[in-house]
């Protein structure tokens, strides 16, 4: 038995026999050509053969996929006719008299190195299409077309890296795993495999590929990153545990899916789905939420290098936003202190962090920061149906900061000429005890309240949420946490508005019933729990009297 450890994009898990894939390479040699003028219309009947194709595998990906995903298609096709690259490609051939293949060859390892070399994740991850592209137009050069790899059997595919076409076009009905020695979180191949809900590892390392050989046994474990060839009985039995475990939720989401969050006497909520990044989208779709409750934006800072700028900002949000044009989509600003520490924030260390400098006290401590958040998020609101949610309130005084900030924001986005939408709600998070005690006075100030049940509880109970000595202390069924969510749910609807749970303590199905008495309105969970809380929902019955 060998393990392997790599990155898990999408959490599943797959066991069975593995082929490693094949890819047909067209060999590209430089050859002389005595006229350039033929060889640029050979380039153009190429590259019509390669748009049609593309246009195939869109019309394929769209039934698989959904629309969003198979854009990346469109995008290839794009790149077909992008200017710059036909230029240098063009330039090639008539300057130096070279054969097209290795004019498109030369120039698209050009453009995907300036891709590599680039800061952002996202642009990095465009190399590989490019480099997908120009394949493409060199098989079709080739007069053969592409040929593309076929699963006889279901298997885990292992490969070095794989490009968004061939992910595509594999039968995935076939595909147990992908599992590739390189790779990145952000290639359109890894957010592929999230989408097709297919377990996927990826920088498991080159050594891998040395050892693996067509019909060897292996487990892929897409939640651990462990690529595990060969597995002794022991793990094998316990991997065929977690399967059958993995195909019962399956079944239930299946039949769940589509159906309301109604329960027997006819109590409605929304369950929505919490993420931290755009790439999650896929799963939130699968799950069928009814929107995002919870998108924890500081992803965005944890995972870049230095500030991110407005419009890297403003694209993420608009992406999430325009995936879900007709659902609510609440994005909440900038939650960085305590345990999530970036360091070109360049905090001053503190003693106790938890009680520190972080969110919404970090940002209106550093307005220009918050700014350029708000910016960005108003922008994109014109996209979709956006909430703004503001963490760790503790007084009135902040919240009157933040919507005066807002306003700010507003009238500059107006004094410049851009767009944002005027029904964009606001709402803060309920996580300490001072928002809970104090929500009668912030209620009329805001369309929703969030419960945030995982540091209301670490405060409630001055339990640090980050020490696993202190579990037994730290119970978040406590009397004094429930009693804060039900005030905060008193007071929200005293005054008009709606209240959800964004804290784990959402998913928890033995409160499902507590949270719904206490007209909880919705409740927002990881994508992989919502089926199973609508399942809950779904078999309760609020008609009698009960108190907890
Ligand atoms: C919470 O505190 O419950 C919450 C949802 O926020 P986070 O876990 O990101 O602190
Ligand atoms: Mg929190």
């Not at 050009?110 to 990095?124: C, S, V």
């Not at 503790?394 to 009238?411: A, F, G, H, M």
């Not at 709606?498 to 409740?523: K, Q, S, V």
């Amino acid at each position: 038995m060998t393990k392997y450890t790599g990155k898990g994009v999408y959490g599943a898990i797959a066991l069975g026999r593995v082929a490693v894939y094949e890819r047909y390479r067209v060999p590209v040699k430089r050859d002389r050509i005595k006229h350039p003028g033929e060889e640029l219309a050979r380039l153009e009947k190429a590259k019509t053969q390669a748009s049609h194709q593309l246009e195939e595998l869109y019309e394929k990906a769209l039934v698989e996929v959904g629309e969003t995903n198979a854009q990346i298609f469109d995008i290839h096709r794009m790149l077909i006719d992008d200017e710059d690259f036909n230029e240098a490609v063009t330039e090639m051939i008539q300057g130096q008299c070279v054969n097209a293949e290795y004019a498109v060859s030369v120039t698209a390892d050009n453009f995907a190195r300036m891709f590599e070399a680039m800061e952002d994740a996202y642009m990095q991850g465009r190399a590989a299409d490019v480099r997908d592209v120009s394949n493409r137009i060199i098989a079709c050069l080739s007069n053969n077309g592409r040929t593309e790899f076929h699963l006889k059997e279901p298997a885990i595919i292992c490969a070095d890296d794989l490009a968004p076409s061939e992910t595509v076009t594999l039968d995935k009905d076939k595909v147990l795993a992908f599992v590739t020695a390189n790779g990145s979180y952000n290639s359109h191949t890894a957010i592929l495999a999230r989408n097709m809900s297919i377990p996927a590892i990826i920088g498991v390392g080159e050594k891998f590929l040395s050892d693996v050989k067509n019909g060897d046994l292996a487990i892929a474990d897409g939640f651990t990153g462990e690529f595990i060839l060969h597995p002794d009985g022991k793990t094998l039995e316990a991997a065929k545990k977690r399967l059958q475990t993995e195909l019962e939720k399956k079944e239930l989401l299946q039949k769940l899916k589509g159906k309301d969050n109604v329960t027997l006497d006819g109590r409605r909520i929304h369950i929505f789905a919490n993420i931290g990044s755009v790439d999650h989208i896929g799963s939130v779709l699968l799950s069928d939420a009814g929107g995002i409750g919870l998108f924890r934006s500081e992803f965005l800072y944890l995972e870049s290098h230095d500030f991110p700028s407005e419009d890297s900002q403003f694209k993420v949000y608009r992406r999430v936003l325009e995936s879900m044009p007709t659902k609510k989509v609440i994005i909440r600003t900038l939650d960085i202190g305590a345990d999530k520490q970036v360091d070109y924030f360049d905090l001053d260390k503190e003693d106790n962090p938890a009680l520190g400098l972080r969110a919404v006290r970090l940002c209106l401590t550093r307005p220009e920061i918050f700014k350029t958040q708000l910016r960005a998020l108003y922008r994109a609101s014109v996209f979709g149906k956006l909430g703004i949610m503001f963490p760790m309130i503790t007084d009135l005084s902040e919240l009157k900061e933040c919507l005066s900030l807002c306003e700010q924001v507003k009238r500059e986005l107006s004094f410049g000429g851009r767009k944002y939408a005027d029904d964009v709600e606001i709402g803060i998070m309920i996580e300490t005890p001072a928002a809970a005690l104090i929500s009668e006075k912030l209620a009329p100030l805001v369309d929703f309240f969030s419960v945030g049940t995982n540091d209301l509880t670490q405060y409630t109970l001055a339990c640090d949420r980050q020490n696993p000595r202190l579990e037994r202390f730290c119970d978040p069924h406590h009397e004094a946490v429930l009693r804060l969510i039900e005030l905060s749910a008193q007071n929200a609807h005293k005054h008009g508005a709606w209240i959800g749970i964004c804290g784990e303590l959402a998913a928890d199905t033995t409160l499902t019933e507590a949270f719904l008495r206490m007209g909880i309105d919705e409740l927002s969970v990881s994508p992989a729990f919502v089926l199973k809380i609508r399942d809950t929902v779904r078999k309760l019955d609020l008609s009698s009297e009960k108190t907890f």
